[in-house]
C-alpha cells in the first residue's frame, strides 16, 4: 500500500483544489508525487487521470485569482500569434499567446500559479504577459493545433498539370520536363509546384529550411511568414539542389553562400523572377527565394495607401526638374515599390531615366537599369559617375551607403538633376541626421533635398470578414486617439475566411512625408539632432507613422493591433 508523501508542501492550484474541497490533503500530496514522477505539470496530471475535472478548475480558479476566464472552441487556433513565444517555452510552460497590443501579451493559461512561465515569457518576449485562464483539456488541443506544421507527402503537391512548366536562369528560359524518366523527375514536379503556389497565393519570399530531423518549407504572405509544408528530410538536399540547378549555381559549392536568379513564364506576355540566394547553415543550405514581380511597379500611385496632402506632396517632389527624393525605412517596407511607381509616372520618350540597383528586382521597359558589381569595381558610387556623363535627367541609386555615393547624388542633384534613392533609419527626420553623420555637409542638405519619405507596410483587413470591435476607452486614448472622437470612433478587428489569411488579405504603405520647411533647414544648418528634427516636424503637422497608421485604422483599412505590430518602438 503507498504511503502519503507528508513532506510535500501545498501551494498554489493544489492549496485551492484543497479548500474548495476538490481533492483532500492526501490526494492532492499524491497526485503532486505522481506528476513530478511523469515529468507533467499537476493540472494536466489531473485532468489526464480524470481525478478533476478540467472545467471545474478552471471556474474556480478565475474567481479565486481575479482572471477573466475564456472559452478556446470560440478561438480559431490557425490564427493566433504563436510565432511571438518560442515553442520550447509554450510546450514547457503549457502557454498559449492570444492577442498582442502594444507592449502586453495575453496568453492563456490553465495554472495561473506558474510565476516561473510567466517571467520567462517576459524575458523572452520583451512583453508584459496578462493571463486569460482557459480549460487544461481545452488548451492541450489548442497548443498542437496552433502548432501544427502540415506534414505534406511529395504526392499532395504532384498534380498533372505540372510535367511541362516554362522555367529557366536570368539568361533565357528553359523548358523542364516534368515526364522524364530520371528518379528527379517527382523532385522537379515538386520545385514546380512550389513556385507556382507562391505566386498564386501572393507570397514575396519562400524560405526552405533544413534542419537536423525535418525540412520546413514557409511563404512570406502580407510580411508574415507560414508554414505550408514539411516534405521528408531526406529528401532535402535534392530539393535544394534542383532549386540551385534552376538559379545555374554552383551545386557541388556547399561551403559559402551563392546568389542566382530564376524566370518563370507564366505566360507570352508575363514572367515572373525569382531572385535565390543559398546559405550554408549546420544541416545543409537554407534557400530564400525573392518573387520579384514587375506588375508590382505598376499598381499606380492611388493604391499605395497615400493620405491626399501626402500623395500630392510626394508628385510634387518627383515633378521637379531636380533635387533628391528620399526613401526610408526597413527591408521589406515597400521602398522599391515606391520608387518605380514614380519612375514608372516619369517614364516618357523625353525622359533619360537611369538606375544602379544591387540587384535590379523589376524590369521596367524605357528605363536603363544597372546591376551593381562590387567585386568587378562596379560600385553605387562607380554607376553614377558612368551615369553624369550620359546626359540623364533622372537617376535612381537603389541606397546611399556611404559618404562617396552620398557625395555624387547630392551634386548631381544641386546641378540639375532628379535623383531618388533609399537609406536605411527608422523615419524621415532620422534621415537629415544619418546624412549628417556621413559626412554630407548640412548646407548641401539644405540645398539639395526635396522630399524625405518614411514608410512601413500593415496588412489590410479582409473586406468579407472583417468584424467590428469595441475597445476601452483607456486603451483608446493610450493608443493615440482623441477623447473627442471616442463616441463615433468605429474600428474593425480581423476574422478570417477562405479569401485571406487570417483575417488579412494584400497590404497597405503607411507613409511619413516631409519637405524641407525654413525652420527646418535653420535647424539642420544648425547642426540639430535627430530629436530635435522630430519635435520639428511634429509642431509643424507633418504626421509620423504612428499618426498615419491610426489614420488607416479610423478608415477600417487595417487593424490596431497590425499598426502595433508595425510602428511599436
Do not use: W
Not at 499598381?299 to 527624393?325: M, N, R, S, T, W
Not at 520618350?349 to 528605363?367: H, K, L, Q
Amino acid at each position: 500500500m503507498a504511503t502519503e508523501p507528508t513532506d510535500i508542501q501545498l501551494r498554489g492550484l493544489a492549496k485551492l483544489l484543497v479548500q474548495e474541497g476538490l481533492l483532500t490533503e492526501s490526494q492532492a500530496r499524491n497526485n503532486i508525487k505522481e506528476a513530478k514522477e511523469n515529468k507533467v505539470q499537476l493540472i494536466s496530471h489531473l485532468v489526464a487521470n480524470k481525478v478533476v475535472d478540467s472545467n471545474t478548475i478552471a471556474q474556480k480558479a478565475s474567481v479565486e485569482f481575479g482572471l477573466p476566464f475564456l472559452d478556446l472552441d470560440a478561438v480559431d487556433c490557425h490564427s493566433l500569434p504563436i510565432a511571438l513565444i518560442n515553442e520550447k517555452l509554450i510546450r514547457k510552460h503549457h502557454v498559449l499567446p492570444l492577442l498582442q497590443r502594444g507592449k502586453t501579451l495575453f496568453i492563456a493559461v490553465s495554472d495561473p500559479t506558474n510565476h516561473l512561465g510567466v517571467e520567462d515569457i517576459k524575458f523572452q518576449t520583451l512583453m508584459r504577459p496578462e493571463l486569460i485562464l482557459v480549460e487544461e483539456s481545452k488548451l492541450s488541443r489548442a497548443i498542437e493545433i496552433a502548432l501544427e506544421v502540415p506534414e505534406t507527402t511529395m504526392m499532395d503537391l504532384l498534380d498533372s498539370d505540372l510535367d511541362n512548366v516554362n522555367l529557366g536562369a536570368d539568361d533565357g528560359a528553359v523548358v523542364v520536363d516534368g515526364n522524364s524518366d530520371s528518379d528527379e523527375a517527382p523532385i522537379v514536379r515538386f520545385v514546380n509546384k512550389v513556385l507556382l503556389d507562391a505566386i498564386k497565393k501572393g507570397a514575396s519570399d519562400i524560405h526552405m529550411e533544413p534542419y537536423e530531423k525535418n525540412f520546413r518549407i514557409r511563404f512570406r504572405q502580407d510580411g508574415m511568414l507560414y508554414a505550408i509544408a514539411s516534405p521528408p528530410v531526406n529528401i532535402a538536399t535534392r530539393i535544394i539542389s534542383r532549386v540551385k540547378v534552376m538559379s545555374r549555381m554552383d551545386i557541388a559549392e556547399r561551403r559559402v553562400p551563392q546568389d542566382g536568379r530564376i524566370k518563370l513564364l507564366l505566360s507570352k506576355t508575363r514572367a515572373i523572377d525569382f531572385r535565390v540566394n543559398t546559405c550554408p547553415t549546420l544541416f545543409g543550405e537554407k534557400v530564400v527565394l525573392r518573387i520579384l514581380d514587375p506588375t508590382a511597379a505598376q499598381l499606380g500611385i492611388e493604391k499605395l495607401g497615400f493620405e491626399p496632402e501626402q500623395q500630392q506632396l510626394f508628385l510634387k517632389a518627383i515633378h521637379k526638374p531636380y533635387g533628391l527624393v528620399l526613401v526610408t525605412g526597413p527591408t521589406g517596407s515597400g521602398k522599391t515599390v515606391s520608387l518605380y511607381t514614380g519612375l514608372n509616372i516619369l517614364n516618357s520618350i523625353d525622359r533619360n531615366i537611369s538606375t544602379a540597383e544591387d540587384p535590379v528586382e523589376i524590369t521596367v521597359e524605357g528605363i536603363n537599369q544597372v546591376n551593381v558589381n562590387n567585386k568587378a569595381g562596379l560600385t553605387f558610387a562607380a554607376a553614377l559617375k558612368a551615369f553624369l556623363r550620359q546626359d540623364p535627367d533622372v537617376i535612381m541609386v537603389g541606397d546611399i551607403r556611404d559618404l562617396e555615393t552620398a557625395d555624387i547624388a547630392v551634386k548631381a542633384a544641386q546641378t540639375g538633376h532628379l535623383v531618388l534613392s533609399t537609406l536605411h533609419t527608422n523615419d524621415a527626420p532620422q534621415t537629415l541626421n544619418r546624412l549628417m553623420q556621413m559626412g554630407v555637409a548640412p548646407f548641401n542638405i539644405v540645398s539639395a533635398v526635396n522630399l524625405i519619405m518614411a514608410q512601413r507596410l500593415a496588412r489590410r483587413l479582409c473586406e468579407r470578414c472583417k468584424a467590428p470591435i469595441k475597445f476601452p476607452d483607456k486603451l483608446l486614448l493610450e493608443a493615440g486617439f482623441t477623447e473627442e472622437e471616442l463616441p463615433d470612433l468605429q474600428l474593425f478587428a480581423p476574422v478570417g475566411c477562405d479569401n485571406c489569411t487570417n483575417g488579412y488579405k494584400g497590404r497597405v504603405g503607411i507613409y511619413q512625408v516631409m519637405t524641407l520647411s525654413e525652420k527646418m533647414c535653420e535647424l539642420i544648418l544648425e547642426g540639430g539632432n535627430s530629436l530635435q528634427l522630430t519635435q520639428l516636424a511634429k509642431a509643424e503637422g507633418i504626421n509620423d507613422l504612428r499618426a498615419s497608421g491610426l489614420n488607416k485604422v479610423r478608415m477600417g483599412v487595417t487593424s490596431l493591433q497590425e499598426i502595433d505590430r508595425v510602428t511599436k518602438e
